[in-house]
């Protein structure tokens, strides 16, 4: 049995509560040092190599990668109160083609080609139980890896933009308490109906939420999570509204959209659902260029996460030239919790 049929990873075919509870023993692998001078948001890292929001869904998962070859880990994404995780299936198999971001809808696939539909509503602990777990998880990570933590906030009915952003701005005091050193605020999650899902697409709201968060953080390292943003437009007002608000931006979460069974069946009840993994790479890729273009016309002073598709060195490769100064992954370390070692080797071959 070699190494890659050993190493543990997360189970679709069974809840986030059961995944949430087995966590594969850590491992002892040989990690190789990435040569040059890298940097999370001005903190010095070993590599450019993150797990973005999903993978680790507590503390040991953190630990778990950590030991794979990552340097930023991003905690799953946590709320200010208990939230439910949606139904099985969370992760569902999709077609790999690539996706642009006009497509209102994708096949799924029998098996596991490198991309799936993502559908899990950002389930969250109670407070008390993420909070005390970030904390044992910094004080047992090693000194030269960040821990990130993403937020959400939960809107309830009749809020205002301002109480929402007091919600979110409460879940990014709570992780800093706890010893996070960076916040990063998820405003794109597709597949939950209300507008903390989409408030990438407003500017002005952006900028509400970010700045509240912002004053609550201080100077703490903080990153906003977006979707696809649809034109060039789009991208200029988000980046008017937040660019001195936040460090960096991380994207792309997903390409929403509808998905269809072998049974010609629309899946979710018809609702949209974040597609992530190699399908969007290409796309993300272009998201950041456009995006690194746009900060360097303004000179403003915002770093980039790539994020989506990424699974080997030529993939880290591709997000660097086009203006990522981080890479983080998530679709390709659950399918193979090595992936973090192999581009590791790789990369230090230098272009291919
Ligand atoms: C299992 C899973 C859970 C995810 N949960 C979150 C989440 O809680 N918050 C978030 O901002 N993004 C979440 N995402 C999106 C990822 O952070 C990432 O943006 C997306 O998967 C694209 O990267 P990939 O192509 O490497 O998977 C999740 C993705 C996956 C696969």
């Not at 799953?76 to 497509?103: D, I, Y």
């Not at 456009?290 to 790539?306: A, D």
Request: hydrophobic residues 35%; aromatic residues 6%.
């Amino acid at each position: 049995m070699n190494d890659l049929q050993r190493l543990g990873r997360y189970d679709r075919t069974r809840s986030y509560a059961w995944n949430y509870e087995h966590v594969p023993d850590l491992v002892e692998m040989p990690v190789r040092e990435v040569s040059g001078d890298w940097q999370f948001c001005d903190r010095p890292v070993p590599s450019p190599l993150g797990i973005s929001a999903g993978p680790l869904l507590n503390g040991k998962w953190c630990l778990y990668y950590a030991g794979l070859g990552f340097d930023v880990l991003t905690y799953k994404t946590v709320r200010s109160r208990e939230h439910v995780c949606h139904p099985l299936p969370n992760l569902q198999p999709v077609a790999n083609g690539q996706l642009t971001g006009s497509e209102s809808e994708v096949q799924t696939s029998d098996r596991m080609q490198g991309s799936w539909a993502v559908s899990f509503g950002m389930p969250s602990q109670d407070p008390q139980v993420w909070r005390r777990d970030v904390e044992q998880t910094r004080a047992r990570l090693s000194s030269e890896k960040l821990l990130s933590v993403s937020v959400v906030g939960t809107i309830q009915d009749g809020w205002s933009i301002a109480e929402l952003a007091e919600d979110y701005a409460c879940c990014a005091r709570w992780a800093i308490e706890s010893g996070a050193d960076a916040v990063e605020t998820n405003f794109s999650c597709p597949n939950v109906t209300t507008c903390d899902g989409q408030l990438y697409l407003s500017p002005e709201d952006s900028k509400q939420v970010a700045e509240r968060v912002r004053s609550t953080i201080g100077s703490v390292p903080y990153i906003l999570k977006i979707g696809h943003i649809p034109s060039r437009e789009a991208a200029m007002a988000l980046l008017e509204a937040v660019g001195h608000v936040v460090d960096a931006l991380a994207l792309t979460n997903s390409i929403a959209t509808m998905v269809r069974d072998s049974q010609q069946r629309l899946m979710y009840g018809s609702q949209k659902r974040g597609i992530c993994g190699a399908a969007i790479r290409e796309t993300s890729i272009a998201q950041i260029r456009m995006m690194r273009e746009l900060i360097t016309e303004r000179n403003l002073p915002l770093h980039l996460v790539g994020v989506g598709g990424i699974s080997s060195a030529e993939h880290l490769r591709a997000y660097l030239a086009a203006g990522a100064q981080m890479c983080h992954l998530a679709t390709a370390p659950m399918v193979n919790p090595e992936v973090g070692l192999d581009i590791r080797n790789d990369f230090q071959c230098g272009p291919r």
